[in-house]
């Protein structure tokens, strides 16, 4: 091994790591190579935790593994520090929570040895592990299959995108490369991968080596990665990257690189600094482009890492194009710079919600085609009963899936609506007209519409009328009762064979029962006891008009028993139970106030394909749980959420939904929420404050489904900074005694796993109860939670306290605006502490009553305040 002491150096960076490191170090322990040829080096980052001792024992049962203890400096400082201490011929890393296979080691050093001279860096592959789950693997290994050394000069290896260390480099001592140290840089591992790559521009890849990878839970990993946090050091670092090929071809493995970090960043919502001020803002956006500019459009097209979607969103991004349209009658192409980069023959048709009822046939749809990007709005034809002559115009409108796969608008899709009549129609297909031709187009139903083209279920019975797509055509005629009775046995028959329980759901729902002709099911959350869903089913159940009214539990029943009669308890179903399943087939109502699917569906959108064929297909009423003020158009709009009838309170909501949700006035219901009903508006407040801010997603972490506590994050947080200083500051206290008041402080329940976290010294603020009455508050303060708008029905002075704004505005919270700007909405918006006692001080000041331009606008906010809500929700349902 000439003048080193092993064949090879294993870094593994420690920083409490108590609960994994066991079984890290044991993959190191299992290794093939012999123990001779390979060092250990346990770098201790200044771990609190039960990680040295760990260390301790290894270290004193294996020789070769080595401890190093050294202050907190990160992870980049640590793998630095093992560097300069390696004495392998190669240097490879592993990080604490993650393991290897027994022959990783010595598979990837012998590769090494065979190819030293052609390659600096070997890899070998990883699979992520989630969950305890293997997922898929990175969509470099759809080039890597074969060991060998790949040319990242050529094309078809540009997209190998080596950003993490599952790999082995040479030890050059001092000339060793060293992994950037900066701690508001968070892409070290692809900076030292791509600074190791760049001199011989090719790399080695062992096919023996396996690297499992852990998944840390999701909010923790992604909020580092947000531009909030990194978007300067970040453009810094691809900035140089790019200068440093002045006058020359930037190497497509580098362009590469550049297009999968504004492209998994721009999927995620993570890659623009939007809390930035206007003019900044521009001038980041424009940073970014400049670079793009410099990705050719072949790179962008063949990049398996890039949504074909997003590859026509980023090329039109580009200042630089020469874009022309060639169109035929059979054939549009669109071309940049004379090379072709889009063509096609037929335009999709993405049908979202399909429905036959009272003689109608209802759709939601919207045509999709990348196309759109390059071109002006098209015009879509309807055509009936193949009379082409007699083509009509459709309106169209722009959908809320040009937030496609991301929250900023990449695409260009549009939105119609259709409702026809039966009678007459035997058949029912789509034209585009594009600069003075016409496209044929076919047809994609998505999940929850009868039909299904990944499983080529093109057939539908429903009222008497038979229902069949072809690729570019629906066809509709009269049930013929043979023809439908053999279709459902063929159906039968298959389920039969291959699944019994799937075969008895679909068995007793395609029969006709008459007790459950008319069936409502009504919804709400688990985890909430009461409301929309449940006061309408109370409400409705006293009703004697037909309908067969069931309240759907999603949590234990015995929990919620007490909150029925002994009658309705007859009529709760437990959610997911068979009967909830054949009771939600059989449905003509779904009234939900939760609107998500796994909160009112018993089967996934993948359970569904196999009994849309017999669900009535039933209406869905959602109730909403609160004002939508939040502005997520890419979650909640029409053409999302296939949904009947939504329910609405205020005149801003008509509006918002129309201008911003895709909605149109047939599909709003103004009756207002049933839970306000029961606000007594007569009850005499007491003197507190209700101060209850929303959750924070970029403070919890996710493990599958559930939340993950994340206590240091939580701490060192601005949220906590700021509230904790408003809780108990002196001004604050003097404030509420000087008037006798108290302040209860209720965190969101996504968030109570932090409330010991607070040292409260002021004796008049309190931790609320879990369950609180708002009306019993004189004054309200929260943050961008729809709860206020509760508050602004019993026309309370409100203060909006939202001490982190900047990273809301940044989108750490999923979402960056709200629809109702919090400057300009119903109260005073602090941004620290002392803000909000200055807020708090004029309210009561002015009597505990809102100052007069916030009383102005909460008087004619609602539609209504008279207890009827209810009443006027019951009848706009049971006309319909």
């Given amino acids: 091994m000439n003048d080193y002491e092993y064949k090879v150096t294993m870094i593994v960076p420690i920083y409490n790591m108590q609960n994994f490191l066991a079984g890290c170090l044991d993959s190191l322990a299992e290794q093939t190579i012999e123990a001779g040829q390979m060092e250990v080096l346990m770098i201790d980052d200044g771990s609190t935790d039960d990680s040295m001792s760990i260390m301790e024992k290894y270290a004193e049962k294996y020789h070769y593994m080595k401890i190093f203890h050294k202050e907190n400096e990160g992870l980049s400082m640590t793998r630095n520090y093992g560097i300069a201490r390696a004495k392998g011929k190669y240097i490879m890393y592993i990080d604490a929570d993650d393991t290897i296979s027994p022959e990783t080691v010595k598979s990837v050093v012998d590769f090494f040895d065979d190819h030293y001279d052609q390659v600096d860096l070997v890899t070998y592959k990883e699979i992520p592990i989630k969950n305890g789950m293997p997922v898929k693997p990175h969509f470099r290994y759809n080039t890597l299959h074969h060991s060998g050394v790949y040319d990242l000069t050529k094309l078809q290896n540009a997209f190998i995108t080596q950003t993490r260390v599952n790999i082995c480099v040479k030890n050059m001592g001092e000339k060793n490369i060293l992994f950037d140290t900066n701690r508001e840089f968070r892409h070290e591992d692809q900076k030292y991968c791509t600074q190791v790559l760049q001199d011989k521009m090719k790399i080695g890849y062992c096919n023996k080596g396996m690297y499992y990878y852990l998944h840390q839970p999701e909010s923790i990993v992604r909020t580092y990665f947000y531009a909030y946090y990194i978007f300067e050091s970040t453009m810094a670092y691809w900035e140089e990257l790019f200068a440093g090929y002045e006058g020359k071809e930037i190497p497509k493995y580098i362009q590469a690189l550049y297009l999968h970090d504004v492209s998994w ?191 080529k279920k093109k057939e539908y019975y429903k009222d008497g009328k038979h229902f069949e797509f072809g690729t570019s055509i629906l ?324 203060v909006y306290f939202l001490p982190d704004n900047e990273m809301f505005r940044a ?3 999923d979402y960056r605006e709200v629809d109702i700007p919090l400057d300009d909405a119903f109260g005073d918006l602090a941004l620290n502490a002392q803000d909000a006692v200055d807020a708090l001080q004029r309210i009561l000041d002015n009597d505990c009553k809102p100052l007069p331009k916030y009383a102005e606008k909460m008087k004619g906010f609602f539609y209504y305040k008279d207890n009827n809500q209810m009443d006027r929700l019951y009848e706009a349902l049971i006309n319909d």
């Fill in 265 to 455: 960043k721009t999927r995620s919502d993570i890659l623009m600094p939007y809390h930035y001020g206007e003019d900044r803002f521009n001038e980041a956006k424009k940073r970014v482009l400049t670079l793009l500019n410099k990705v050719d459009d072949d790179v962008i097209l063949m990049h398996p890492g890039v949504d074909n979607f997003h590859r026509h969103y980023f090329i039109n991004l580009k200042d630089n194009n020469e874009i022309k349209m060639l169109s035929g009658p059979n054939n549009i192409a669109i071309t940049n710079h004379g090379s072709l980069v889009y063509t096609a023959k037929k335009i999709e048709i993405i049908v979202r919600y399909f429905k036959v009822k009272k003689g109608k046939l209802k759709m939601v749809a919207f045509v999709k085609s990348a196309l759109f990007n390059y071109v002006d709005q098209p015009t879509l034809y309807i055509i009936k009963n193949k009379k082409y002559d007699k083509a009509e115009e459709l309106e169209l409108r722009d959908s809320s899936w040009n937030y496609y796969r991301a929250k900023t608008e990449t695409n260009h899709f549009y939105l119609f609506e259709l409702e026809l009549d039966l009678k007459s129609l035997k058949s029912l297909e789509f034209q585009i007209g594009i600069d003075g031709n016409c496209y044929d187009t076919y047809f994609y139903f998505m999940p929850r519409t009868p039909f299904r083209n990944k499983i």
């Fill in 475 to 798: 066809y509709i005629d009269n049930e013929k009762p043979l023809e439908k009775k053999q279709y459902l046995k063929k159906i039968r028959r298959r389920f039969r064979k291959t699944n019994k329980r799937k075969w008895l759901i679909r068995n007793i729902c395609s029969r006709r029962i008459r007790r459950y002709e008319n069936v409502w099911l009504y919804h709400d959350c688990k985890g909430v006891k009461k409301d929309n869903g449940y006061y309408q089913f109370i409400h409705d159940f006293k009703k004697r008009d037909g309908v067969r009214r069931y309240y759907v539990v999603n949590d234990e029943l015995y929990k919620v028993r007490k909150l029925f009669t002994f009658r309705q308890r007859r009529r709760l179903v437990r959610f997911g139970s068979l009967k909830h399943k054949f009771l939600f087939l059989k449905a003509q109502k779904i009234i939900t106030a939760y609107i998500e699917i796994n909160n009112y569906s018993p089967f996934t959108n993948k359970q569904f394909i196999h009994y849309s064929d017999v669900s009535n297909h039933p209406d869905i009423i959602y109730l909403q749980h609160g004002v939508l003020h939040c502005h997520v158009p890419w979650k909640y709009s029409l053409d999302r959420l296939g949904i009947d009838k939504e329910v609405i309170s205020t005149p801003f909501e008509r509006e918002n939904l129309i201008n911003n949700y895709r909605f149109t006035d047939k599909h709003l219901i103004p009756c207002g929420m049933p839970r306000y009903d029961f606000i007594n508006t007569d009850e005499v407040p007491v003197n507190r404050i209700l101060f209850a801010p929303s959750w924070r997603k970029y403070l919890v972490g996710m493990e599958g489904t559930e939340w993950v506590t994340v206590e240091s994050k939580f701490l060192g947080s601005k949220f906590f900074e700021e509230t904790s200083k408003f809780l108990n500051s002196k001004e604050l206290h003097d404030l509420l005694e000087k008037h006798d008041f108290y302040l209860d402080f209720k965190l969101h329940p996504i968030l109570e796993r932090y409330k010991h976290l607070y040292e409260i010294t002021n004796d008049r603020v309190t931790l609320a109860e879990s369950v609180i009455s708002e009306t019993s508050y004189k004054i309200f303060m929260t943050d961008f939670s729809s709860f206020v708008f509760d508050f602004v029905y019993l026309e309370k002075p409100i």
């Fill in 811 to 813: 989108g750490l919270n």
